[in-house]
């Protein structure tokens, strides 16, 4: 294991009090010019359940209307609490193909977005251990005065992500501050994704807000271009 993925399994609670868990929930909220061009932007919170040992996320309406949409890597899906499919999509990611910022999602695709994406903000860094992520460390990044040590991460075909490479910064306390990609579900656009309020529930670190910025090729932040902006409350691991 990499030294510097030790420091930073430590600072977010340790490895070992993760793994008693076999879940997590949140309440989200979230807009941005990316969810406007593509999708209906809505300030109702959502319910967000994800398994933290497999790639499994179900979202649901807050107050709850009987039925949630579920993400696997392999298919998404809209579903009755009585287990009735209302529409569903099979190996999803192919269905992304061709398209830019522009291109319309619909349920099923921001499903698919959603569902990986919230996965992955709830359960950093711990699933940087999955079988198959490659994890070396690269390059520091130095922003406003600081400097943070990054983790450069290769993901397997069974895992999704915003992009197959992408690299992790901390901070001197080891935790995330940066979570640079691409969007590749949208273009394939620079992305840098800021982990904002860092809150302790349950023993476990998590940053509760997360604002994702559009880039210039060599990543440079263009502060006039929020994407994506996100906040979570009421989170819990059981």
Not at 144 to 151: K, S
């Amino acid at each position: 294991m990499v030294g510097l993925l030790e420091e930073v399994l430590a600072a977010h609670g340790g490895k070992e009090r993760w793994s008693s868990y076999r879940r997590c929930s949140t309440k989200m909220v979230s807009g941005g010019e990316l969810i406007r061009r593509k999708a209906t932007e809505s300030l109702d919170p959502l319910q967000v359940r994800i398994s933290l040992h497999e790639q499994y996320t179900s979202i649901e309406t807050v107050p709850a209307s009987g039925k949630f949409s579920s993400f696997r890597h392999e298919r998404v899906a809209v579903e009755t609490a009585a287990g009735k499919v209302l529409a569903e999509k099979i190996n999803p990611r192919e269905t992304f193909e061709g398209h830019d910022l522009d291109t319309p999602w619909d349920l099923l695709d921001r499903v698919y977005f959603s569902g990986y994406a919230m996965w992955s903000y709830l359960n950093t860094p711990f699933f940087f251990t999955f079988p198959g992520v490659l994890v070396e460390e690269c390059d520091p990044l130095s922003e406003g005065g600081e400097t943070w040590r990054g983790l450069k991460l290769t993901f397997p075909p069974n895992l999704a992500a915003h992009s197959k490479v992408q690299r992790f910064y901390f901070d001197n306390q080891f935790l995330l501050r940066r979570q640079d990609y691409t969007v590749d579900v949208a273009g394939g656009h620079n992305i840098a994704n800021y982990a904002l309020d860092t809150q302790w529930f349950d023993g476990l670190a998590v940053a509760t807000k997360r604002r994702a910025y559009l880039c210039t090729e060599d990543y440079a932040v263009l502060r006039d271009r929020l994407l994506v902006w996100l906040d979570m409350s009421d989170i819990a691991f059981d």
